[in-house]
């Protein structure tokens, strides 16, 4: 994911995630299982916006957040086959749960002198973070909703960022729903 | 003696023995070689083929034949990806097959040692699960849930990577019997409400239809369909893979549909109000033009593998579950329905449309396949490989029985025929098993007439002789202005010879009066492998014909005086 892309689609936070799915796995800790999985997307040529592997609550398993555009007819059918994976315990598009989600960036911003100050502005009205405080940068970190990161990465000149790393949606449904 | 250690090779062994395995089809190699050791003490049969490939289709003739899991075992690198169509060719047709696959050793994985190949990674687009194991401690749980996996739910390819200092060290691991997979469930019954809701449907319909696929067989649901179909008056029809799995020849039997079906089965299909599918995924050969498929007639889907709705059709019932088990929760909900002016449309169209070959101008392919079917009274296994003969032995060979009829169909595969048939023919010793080949496919897999030749099957190997590869051919005359292109096979071998130079008996058909005597020769010999080659004439086109792509209403009965245009769908 570049830089560039999402600055400019930034902006339009109000349209649904333009299209965005976001889909849990639950999975076994298996060598290989995330090659099965990008195969169900790569085989029909599909592309993952995000995606998030860490180990899950209990033992053994795994939980996958991948974030994905396409036809949701095409997309269901999709789920079917990931849930259809040996190593796969379940799959589910969460785009219409009640759900909470949140993302983390990494934002590398180069500012001397006066737009310093800019730079702590906008950080500070979004609050993140600066977790390095060089000469001629400084990197902030900040979480939210992807719309929020989205927002914010559009407010500073796209010159001036010099790396942005996302830790791609983690998303988790509300009450004791599973996710 | 007592005191050794068993090792890894020994442990997989002896787990292959508790799954009850009594052939393996293998290759040996360096990598391999602790396996191959480990067989010399064991009961289990290894039959040495003459090429990978050949392993992987009589493993998957063998299950197809069976119903059991077909086993192969090769070394590294080239051994293993010589599997790799095999393994499409089970996968795509829900065989059951366990490849084990010999590795270089674990500390030169990823270091591009001799012979490695990244195997689990090459497969993971052909196989339903697979292992790369590390550790001959694992060696009695993966091998378990191979088999469980390959075996259950829609059966699949499983393969498992073995390094050579897995096979050659310890093993001290206890043997498994229960698997622990939380990811893997097996639908069995199906829902009650679905099931229901699909008798409703059924019973609502004036022009049902019983569409019936490989998951018939697999499940041996034939017998319930035959029961379905005369309790509703409905007729049956099934794909290319679901022949035998209902009896062919019973009164309310259409035969096969789809691109090269009879034109009364599409006939049916296109005019129905009802469609079930029995374990049946709605390929493209079948539908044709999906848009225009089965317009206004609702539908029914059984499956054991809910993927697979909503992929090309999305019914109005869809019902997860074993299909024989479905069925008969099904039939006592069903009542006879209003269809004989319905049964009498498709008798109409069986009358009007019957499935017809020129008599005059030589040998002709159908004519043979047509005395085959009747020398083998409709009781031999039969295989085929791929192209025009494998059309014309489905439409003339009429499947009674289940299990008996082996095609590639899925993936296609030229060259599965004759390997097939060996794998079938060592699953059923006394049953007459002839492979139905193309000169083009069979030339794929001859080496194997050298494994058939050593143990001394009795399996017949007809060989549809054209010297063209006739389906692209036919493709190129109807589609493409009759523009050849590679589909001369000049150069070919004479095959009689060829059988011979193997020790294997063989015979020629040249003219149409040689037909019945040369077949029955054949079938009854029983002391090895006899060879039939069939000099048929080399222009012929297989009809009824729905171009790729187009709705079963465009479907030719007999070759157009015009050109055609070129076929939209899928090849």
């Known amino acids: ?179 | 003696m007592d005191n050794r250690v068993t090792t890894g090779a020994e442990k997989l062994i002896q787990c292959l023995e508790r799954e009850g395995v009594e052939y393996i089809f293998g290759y040996s190699g360096g990598a391999a070689m602790p396996i191959f050791d480990a067989l010399v003490d064991s009961d289990i049969k290894l039959i040495l083929v003459r090429h990978e490939q050949g392993a992987a289709h009589m493993a998957d003739g063998y299950a197809r034949a069976t119903g059991k899991p077909g086993v192969v075992l090769v070394t590294s690198g080239p051994g293993a990806t010589n599997t790799v169509t095999g393994l499409l060719t089970s996968q795509m047709d829900s065989v059951p097959v366990v490849v084990l696959t010999g590795q270089t050793i674990s500390p030169m994985l990823g270091k591009d040692g001799f012979q490695e190949a990244d195997v689990t990674g090459i497969t993971y687009a052909v196989v339903k699960h697979s292992y790369l194991l590390k550790d001959a401690a694992d060696i009695p749980k993966a091998t378990r849930e191979a088999f469980h996996i390959a075996t259950t739910g829609r059966p699949g390819a499983v393969l498992i990577d073995l390094p050579k200092d897995v096979t050659q060290g310890p093993c001290e691991a206890p043997f498994v019997d229960e698997v622990d997979l939380p990811g893997y469930t097996v639908p069995t019954h199906g829902d009650p409400e679905a099931i229901r809701q699909a008798a409703e449907t059924l019973m609502a319909a004036k022009r049902p239809v019983l569409y019936v696929g490989h998951g018939a067989v697999i499940s041996n649901a034939g017998k319930a369909v035959i029961r379905l179909a005369e309790k509703l008056r409905a007729p049956i029809v099934n794909t290319l893979l679901g022949k035998g799995a209902a009896d062919e020849t019973h009164p309310l039997h259409l035969g096969m549909l789809g691109m090269h079906g009879t034109a009364y089965a599409n006939k049916a299909v296109d005019g129905c109000d009802c469609i079930m599918a029995i374990g049946a995924r709605w390929d493209d050969r079948i539908t044709g033009k999906l848009d225009e498929f089965c317009l206004g007639a609702t539908k029914i889907h059984i499956d054991i593998d809910p993927a697979e709705f909503g992929k090309m059709v999305t019914a109005d019932v869809a019902i997860a579950g074993d299909a024989r088990l479905v069925l008969e929760e099904l039939i006592p909900q069903i009542s006879a329905g209003d269809t004989e002016e319905w049964l009498q449309s498709c008798e109409g169209w069986r009358k009007k449309y019957p499935l017809k070959y020129a008599k005059q101008g030589g040998l002709r392919a159908q004519h043979v396949l047509d005395r085959l079917h009747h020398t083998t009274g409709g009781d031999a296994i039969i295989t085929t490989d791929v192209g025009q003969h494998q059309m014309w032995a489905a439409q003339f060979c009429l499947s009674t029985t289940n299990r008996h009829w082996i095609s590639s169909g899925g993936a296609g595969t030229m060259g599965f025929g004759f390997p097939a048939a060996i794998g079938a023919q060592l699953g059923c010793p006394d049953k007459k098993v002839w492979a139905v080949c193309g000169d083009g496919g069979f030339q794929m897999t001859q080496a194997e007439l050298a494994t058939a030749s050593i143990h001394k099957l009795p399996t017949k190997c007809l060989i549809i002789n054209n010297n063209f590869l006739g389906m692209v051919r036919q493709w190129q005359e109807l589609f493409f202005e009759n523009r050849l292109s590679g589909v001369d096979l000049v150069g070919n071998p004479d095959f009689v010879k060829l059988a011979q130079a193997y020790g294997v008996k063989a015979l020629r058909i040249r003219r149409p009066s040689d037909v019945d005597r040369i077949l029955a020769e054949a079938h009854a010999y029983d002391e090895g492998p006899c060879v039939v080659v069939a000099e048929v004439v080399k222009e012929d086109n297989v009809f009824p014909m729905i171009p790729a792509g187009a709705p079963l209403s465009g479907m030719i009965i007999e070759k157009p005086k015009e050109q055609l245009a070129k076929p939209t769908g899928s090849t």
Do not use: W
């Not at chain 1, 976001?22 to 060598?31: G, H, K, N, Q």
């Open chain 1, 1 to 179: 994911m570049s830089s560039a892309t999402p600055l400019t689609q930034a902006t339009t936070a109000a349209s649904p995630d333009r299209d965005l799915h976001t889909i849990s796995l639950f999975v076994r800790d298996a060598p290989g299982v995330l090659v099965r999985v990008a195969m169900v997307f790569s085989r029909r040529g599909y592309n993952i916006e995000s995606l998030v592997v860490s180990p899950a609550a209990r033992a053994g398993f795994s939980r996958m957040t991948v974030t994905c555009s396409g036809d949701p007819s095409i997309l269901e059918q999709m789920i079917k086959q990931l849930a259809k994976l040996v190593d796969v315990v379940h799959a589910i598009d969460h785009t219409t749960s009640d759900r909470f989600e949140t993302e983390i960036a990494l934002i590398k911003v180069r500012c001397e002198g006066d737009s310093r100050r800019d730079v702590l502005e906008i950080a500070e009205h979004f609050n993140a973070k600066v977790v390095d405080y060089a000469a001629e940068s400084l990197i902030l970190r900040v979480y939210g909703g992807s719309e929020k990161l989205d927002a914010m990465i559009a407010l500073f000149e796209e010159e001036s960022v010099v790396e942005l790393v996302r830790s791609g949606k983690i998303v988790m449904t509300r009450a004791l729903e599973m996710t």
